[in-house]
């Protein structure tokens, strides 16, 4: 069964999700299947330009999480039904959108192995291509009701809101750390969040699991992004399949460096280093190493180890079964993949 050009053992693979049932497997697998298919059949346009820019990224892949833990939820639920599929595509859709976006902002040049459309095009088509993936996600949302509807609407501003409060910065007198978690929150944490609510509320699940569901995205959205903090400091580029210190490369304040910067004991020399964008590869390694080593890198565990707990007792409100299980199984893994 194809996931993404590959099999069901790919699926066991994305994002540490592990699914011993082989019933539940396929049917995430197939699931997603009829979710690939669909978003390719969404964002397909006559003009030329914009199917070109529109299926750019949804031809490169990606996990898809987001609509893997849409269809996981759904296990919940007491039906199946296309609703499930066009929820799984829609925040799926949202998420590329964001993506294009965050490349301008971020002036990337790579997305998922290929030229980034802000790079292959240009800064305007990569926006309008954006938007007009966030059309095609509303207009699905809207065969799927009124509270559906109102939900992503809510996520949008969650998510805009999100990028602007990274952009502005903390504003005087705020905890940096609060600030990037809550900025984290809004940015990964609200979709996923989503997800895990679009799941639920599709397949009819009572209400309780689905706040359950809803919660436990909330929370472990943050965990990957925090996860992901960790492991650009912590993992070498052979291991992560990433270039090391990307973030210091571009002058982003992470966890890890936001508890350097708070923590009295740390190495006058890696203070210095976080002032701003290290462009020179041997003050990279240099900054690294120094991380590495400080007491900023380990609260971040500290803080990742205690997101993963949380989410795990959002799901004590769900019924004992597989996809209970695989949910559990994404917690770990976050906690195990940065050590």
Known sequence: ??????????????????????PLLRAIAGGLGDVEALLREVVRSEVKAVNDAATHLVEAGGKRFRPMFTLLASQFGVKQDDHVIIAAA????????????DDV???????????????????TIAILT????????????????????????????ELVTGQMRETVG???????????LTVIAQ??????????????????????????LRRFGDIIGTAFQISDDIIDIASPSDESGKVQGTDLREGVSTLPMLYALADP?????????LQGPIEDDDLVAE?????????????????????ARRARAELAALPASPARDACESVADYLVARTR
């Open 1 to 22: 069964m194809s996931i993404q050009g590959g099999t069901i053992e790919d699926l066991r693979a994305t994002v540490g999700l592990s699914i011993a049932d082989e």
């Open 90 to 101: 829609a925040v799926e859709l949202v998420h590329l959108a964001t993506l294009y976006h």
């Open 105 to 123: 902002m971020d002036e990337a040049t790579m997305r998922r192995g290929a030229v980034s459309v802000n790079a292959r095009w240009d800064n």
């Open 130 to 157: 954006g938007d007009f993936l966030f059309a095609h996600a509303s207009r699905l949302v809207a065969d799927l009701g009124t509270d559906a509807a109102r939900i992503i609407a809510e996520t949008f501003g």
């Open 170 to 180: 903390p504003v005087d007198g705020e905890d940096p750390v609060e600030h990037y």
């Open 187 to 212: 940015k990964t944490g609200s979709l996923i969040a989503t997800a895990g609510r679009f799941g639920g509320m599709m397949s009819g699940a009572p209400d309780g699991y689905i706040d359950a």
């Open 265 to 273: 004991s740390t190495d006058p020399r890696l203070l210095e280093l």
């Open 287 to 307: 900054a690294l190493e120094l991380l590495r080593s400080s007491a900023g890198l380990e609260q971040a565990r500290a803080t990742l180890s205690d997101y």
